[in-house]
């Protein structure tokens, strides 16, 4: 199948998609394509029903170091074509932003600078290989970190995420140290191995409900919306939902029989 992106490269390994950042020699950087193209992409691949998970990764050194601040600084428009997404946070780079209903993974290759945190916050589990680099230059640039690092707060520690915000490029993160701090759940040693891990994560989620993931999704993710009262009524009825589904059924049958479970797929 012809890949249709400029930007970016989208692929099909058994039950997990892949998405893949496509401008290595710009490290990454989300020029205003990129910016469009992520927002169909995302959508590509959750219509896609032979794909049960999606990840998302980078060609090349780095993962993602955020807008491409070159364009931005000699296209003539800047910042400024960004400001009405921004001032009415109609975003839509992240799957997030497109509401993605199928698990996401996030698999951290190289440099993962500023507005690359858009993505690390955004996923469901993130991984990285252990040469992996974090950091923000924002404010080195003369930039206001807010929304990435405001996501990353619901993952790690308030001063670790304000200390990364205030020392911009001029200190990096490990990947042990993202780790230890709770930002990636994973680091993969050698670093070669990192789309070899994420490949065999995604086929281990996907052996699962797609219906009762979707619905634990939408009940853990709403919950950081929420107070703990609000939110425990509102996965009580995430979780009555799956009542009367095929898998609720089939689930228990085949682990009864010792065999692996015929999900329902698409519902």
């Known amino acids: ?15 997990v998609g892949w998405l893949l950042n496509d401008r290595p020699e710009q490290l990454n950087a989300m020029n205003n394509t990129m910016r469009d193209e992520f927002a169909e992409a995302w959508l590509e691949l959750e219509a896609d029903p032979a794909v049960r998970v999606i990840v ?3 060609n090349g050194r ?4 955020g807008v491409d601040v070159t364009e931005i600084a000699s296209d003539g428009i800047g910042m400024e074509r960004y400001r009405e997404s921004l001032e009415n946070f109609d ?13 996401v993974i996030t698999a951290v290759n190289g440099i993962c600078a500023g507005g690359g945190f858009h993505w690390v916050a955004d996923a469901d589990i993130v991984i990285a290989a252990s040469d992996a680099q974090f950091f923000d230059p924002h404010v080195s640039v003369g930039q206001v970190v807010a ?3 405001i996501g990353l707060l619901r993952k790690m ?8 915000a205030l020392v911009g490029r001029h200190e990096r993160m490990s990947a042990q140290r993202a780790f230890e701090l709770g930002m990636v759940s994973e680091v993969v040693d050698p670093p070669e191995r990192l789309r070899e891990v994420a490949q065999e994560l995604g086929e281990k989620v996907a052996r699962n409900s797609p219906g009762a993931m979707a619905a634990s999704k939408r009940a853990l993710w709403g919950a950081l919306e929420m107070g703990l009262t609000e939110a425990c009524r509102a996965g009580a009825v995430d979780l009555v939902s799956m009542w009367g589904h095929p898998d609720q059924t089939e689930g228990p049958r085949a682990f009864a029989e010792r065999r692996e479970p015929r999900w329902t797929i698409g519902d």
């Open 147 to 149: 929304i990435e690092a």
């Open 91 to 103: 975003l839509h780079f992240t799957s997030w932003h497109q509401k993605v209903t199928k698990p």
């Open 157 to 164: 520690p308030f001063e670790a995420v304000m200390r990364m």
């Open 1 to 15: 199948m012809t890949n249709r992106y400029e930007t970016l490269v989208v692929e099909r390994h058994g039950p």
């Open 62 to 65: 780095a993962f993602q170091t």
């Open 56 to 58: 998302h990764t980078g």
